[in-house]
Antibody, heavy 115, light 110 residues
Framework: QVQLVESGGGVVQPGTSVRLSCVGS????????MHWVRQAPGKGLEWVALISYDGNSQQYVDSVKGRFTISRDNSKNTLYLQINSLRIDDTAVYFC????????WGQGTLVTVSS | QSALTQPASVSGSPGQSITISCAGT?????????VSWFQQHPGKAPKLMIYEANKRPSGVSNRFSGSRSGNTASLTISGLQTEDEADYYC??????????FGSGTKVTVV
């Protein structure tokens, strides 16, 4: 299993951008496809995006297409999520997770979109 | 990309068995064996309990078991314990590199 730690969250204004990071430990990070999952306050889990182990393919939930970009740098064992044109309903804890089955998860980073 | 359907809540007494259903469609649960179940305690990250519909990761109690039939997956918790009280989510591959979560089930041990 890979250990994952997210960062980059905070209080941000609507319409601005934020980049979240997820650092993985160990050489196995580059062997896994990686996901971003979010959870709005008091709500359920929502799958957001997936990137292949080599970064060559990405996929998104329809509701975020065009605003979210998932990427990775395997030389730094780091996964990213760029969120543009932030909206109030993007307020959530954002988790990264590894593998096709969601084997390992980070602790999450909270993004609060508020004016 | 509609959420999979789970009961909002399930309860049981210590020692009993409960089953949580996860109803999908022929495009997700019905087509692929890639169904996972997660346990989430308040304020914590989800924890993988079952993967590929019926496999248990190392370290997960054998009181947890999973199955899949048609468009529905199920998680059974036997010998219910107080520490099992949590939210549970199913997660399924929906094709074309997309995934979908269930709506979540709150398990209460009464």
């Amino acid at each position: 299993q890979v250990q994952l730690v997210e960062s980059g969250g905070g209080v941000v204004q609507p319409g601005t951008s934020v980049r979240l990071s997820c650092v993985g430990s160990g050489v196995t990070f580059r062997s896994y496809g990686m996901h971003w999952v979010r959870q709005a306050p008091g709500k359920g889990l929502e799958w957001v995006a997936l990137i292949s182990y080599d970064g060559n393919s990405q996929q998104y939930v329809d509701s975020v297409k065009g605003r979210f970009t998932i990427s990775r740098d395997n030389s730094k064992n780091t996964l990213y999520l760029q969120i543009n044109s932030l909206r109030i309903d993007d307020t959530a804890v954002y988790f990264c997770a590894s593998g096709a089955s969601g084997d390992s998860w980070g602790q999450g980073t909270l993004v609060t979109v508020s004016s | 990309q509609s959420a999979l359907t789970q009961p909002a809540s399930v309860s049981g007494s210590p020692g009993q068995s409960i089953t949580i259903s996860c109803a999908g469609t022929s495009s997700d649960v019905g087509s692929y064996n890639l169904v996972s179940w997660f346990q989430q305690h308040p304020g914590k990250a989800p924890k993988l309990m079952i993967y590929e519909a019926n496999k248990r990761p190392s370290g997960v109690s054998n009181r947890f078991s999973g199955s899949r039939s048609g468009n529905t997956a199920s998680l059974t918790i036997s010998g219910l314990q107080t520490e099992d009280e949590a939210d549970y989510y199913c997660w399924a591959y929906a094709g074309s590199s997309t995934y979908v979560f269930g709506s979540g089930t709150k398990v209460t041990v009464v």
